[in-house]
Structure formats: C-alpha cells, structure tokens
C-alpha cells in the first residue's frame, strides 16, 4: 500500500456535468501529480502541484483544473464533461516534486455517458 | 516530438521462460527513467528508477538495465504472480512523467 487515497473509486456522469475527484497524498508528501489513463493506455501527465501552487501541466484543456490543500490532499475538477474524459484517473504524490518516486493511488474510474 | 514506445504490447510465456521487455525513448535530457507494474483495476506500482547509461537494478526475478537510448526489463524465470501490466515512464523537464503504452506480460502457468 502506498498511503495514496481517491475518492470515489467509480463515478458515472452524463456529458455537461462537472466533477471532483479528490486525493490525499502520502504521508510527508507536499507534491502530487494527476494523470488521465484510458483503457489499455499509459497514465498521460494532466498537472502538478507542489506546496499548493500548480508547477506544470500537460496537454489538457482549461476545463481541467485542480487545486492543492495546506495539507497537500488536491483535488481534480473537471467541467463540461465529454465523452472523451471516461476514463482511469490516477492521482501520485511525491517529495518536492521533481525527480523524486511518485506514488500512484488506486485511481478513480469515470464514465461519462 | 519526444516519445517513449514499449514493446512488445502484449506478451504470454510458461512459468519459467525468460524474457525481456523493451522501453525505448526520444525525449532529450532525460532525467531519469522508472520502470511501474499496474495490476488490472489498480495503480501503478513502483519497481524501478534507472538514471545513467549502464545503471542497472535488480529485484526479484526482475532486473532493469538503461542505455543512451532504451531500457529493458529483464524477466527471469517468472511466476504466473508476474502477470501484470508493466509501465515505463521518462522523467523529463522540470516535473513531467511520460509514460509509454504498457507491455501487457501474461505468465502461464
């Protein structure tokens, strides 16, 4: 077990909606990255946050955005829901962000119909 | 455009064949590169952080090698318990984690 938590573990939302997926990192971790995967893909790199100040992101659109806690747990925040959105995601969180080993959570599965 | 490739996708040995997997990668300035088991409906998994040419790890039946240019997952004797999905990933720039597609290895038993 990593200490990584998400919450839920499944969701179903129609297209339009809006949604939050949460994380809360391991134990004395200030930095966590989340990471979309869809079916029999690698994990793609959404967004980073390290002492709650996004530090990098991916090819994602706007409509992704996220937030980090005092006490580093973050949150994924996804509107105007597509289709395309179904899918695996993973939330990892690290030391100071950068090289260090990230640490994956269970993930949370989303289906949007 | 940088880029990581695993192959084969999909791979099914008998308990106790060895094999290897392969990473390969584009990306300039790599910072270094991690190796992940991802079981089906879970996370990935941490196996592996290589960061220089000719660095290898070992763990298990499982040892990971790096050059300039790819890496390999080594596989000796597997079990069928090694069924998993097996993910690499380059660290490269400031934070970003480019994972390639996965090797999907099913070991028979």
């Known amino acids: 077990e990593t200490g990584v938590t998400q919450s839920p573990t499944h969701l179903i939302k129609t297209r339009g909606q809006q949604v939050t997926l949460r994380c809360s990192s391991q134990?004395?971790?200030?930095?966590v990255s989340w990471y979309q995967q869809a079916l029999g893909q690698g994990p793609q790199f959404i967004f980073q946050?390290?002492?709650?100040?996004?530090?990098g992101r991916g090819n994602f659109p706007p409509r992704f955005s996220g937030l980090q806690f005092p006490n580093y747990s973050s949150e994924l925040n996804v509107n105007a829901l597509e289709l395309d959105d179904s899918a695996l995601y993973l939330c990892?969180?690290?030391?100071?962000?950068?090289?260090?080993?990230?640490?994956f959570g269970a993930g949370t599965r989303l289906s949007v119909l | 455009e940088d880029q990581v490739t695993q192959s084969p996708e999909a791979l099914r040995l008998q308990e106790g064949e060895s094999s290897s997997l392969n990473c390969s990668y584009t990306?300039?300035?790599?910072?270094?590169l991690f190796w992940y088991r991802q079981d089906p409906g879970k996370g990935p998994e941490f196996l592996f952080t290589?960061?220089?040419a000719g660095e290898e790890k070992e763990k298990e039946r499982l040892k990971a090698t790096l050059t300039k240019k790819e890496s390999f997952l080594h596989i000796t004797a597997p079990k069928p318990e090694d069924s998993a999905t097996y993910l690499c990933?380059?660290?490269?720039?400031?934070?970003?984690?480019?994972f390639g597609q996965g090797t999907r290895l099913t070991i028979n038993p």
């Open positions: 990892a969180s690290s030391l100071d962000g950068g090289l260090n080993i990230q640490y």
């Open positions: 134990s004395g971790h200030n930095t």
């Open positions: 946050y390290y002492r709650e100040e996004e530090n």
């Open positions: 990306v300039s300035g790599l910072r270094g």
């Open positions: 290589l960061y220089s």
């Open positions: 990933a380059v660290h490269w720039g400031a934070q970003k984690l480019v």
